[in-house]
């Protein structure tokens, strides 16, 4: 099983999909790099690259305060910056 939670714009060319998966029992939050279609290509869908990560849908919490925790430190340097 694999649903498509999310997708995020890296450039004209690619795109962040944010993807729940199961396997064996456990799911899985799997975060990749996709190709977009292009128009000659005869997939709809994109292609995955190998750029990406796959987390058990448990560590998201700590995924999740990670980041807000680098957020916090970057906008603590551009207010240094601008001082």
Excluded: H
């Excluded at 000659?40 to 560590?59: C, D, M, R, Y």
């Amino acid at each position: 099983m694999s649903a498509l939670l999310a997708t995020l714009e890296k450039n004209s060319a690619e795109e962040i999909r944010f993807n729940l998966d199961e396997w064996k029992g456990s799911r899985y939050l799997d975060i990749r790099c996709w190709l977009k279609p292009a128009a000659f290509e005869s997939s709809a869908a994109g292609t995955p690259t190998k750029k990406g990560i796959k987390l058990n849908v448990e560590q998201l919490p700590e995924l999740i305060e990670t980041l807000q925790k680098i957020s916090r430190d970057l906008a603590g340097d551009a207010e240094r910056e601008r001082a």
